[in-house]
């Protein structure tokens, strides 16, 4: 589409854009004008850190899900806010690979207030920290 001359309005891109990587490739492949990103932010709020800041620690990764916990119930209502959160944060993908994690998903997904889920994010964080550095 961007090369067709008649085309004058810009492209956005849109679908599976998952990190900053698959956004410049995007720009790249395509040539559009702008990309949009969607569901990659739920659980990855992160994702639109530069490429030149360090990556979060696993801490400071947990923070910012708490906050979005924190911020949803805030916003909404807890009822609300907790049904909105819980799904994202199970889909996390700092979870990714972690050994026996499916009873920790279920939790997440079954929780029905917001000190419960984040008991869970904090067990979480303690699972994460204590897992072997990949090499």
């Not at 090369?3 to 679908?15: A, K, S, V």
């Not at 709020?45 to 916990?69: A, C, G, H, Q, Y």
Request: proline residues 7%; hydrophobic residues 35%.
């Amino acid at each position: 589409m961007k090369n067709n001359p008649r085309i004058t309005i810009p492209i956005i891109g849109n679908g599976d854009v998952t990190s900053p990587q698959t956004a410049h490739e995007r720009f790249e492949q395509y040539g559009v004008d702008a990309i949009m990103i969607g569901r990659a932010t739920f659980g990855c709020p992160w994702i639109f850190r530069s490429p030149n800041e360090p990556d979060l620690t696993i801490d400071e990764k947990i923070d910012v899900l708490k906050e979005m916990l924190r911020i949803n119930v805030e916003r909404i209502d807890e009822y609300r806010g907790i049904l909105h959160t819980r799904r994202h944060l199970a889909a996390s993908p700092i979870f990714k690979g972690v050994p026996d994690f499916k009873q920790t998903r279920i939790a997440m997904l079954r929780s029905t207030n917001a000190c419960e889920l984040l008991d869970i994010l904090d067990k979480c964080r303690e699972t994460l920290k204590n897992l072997p550095l990949e090499s």
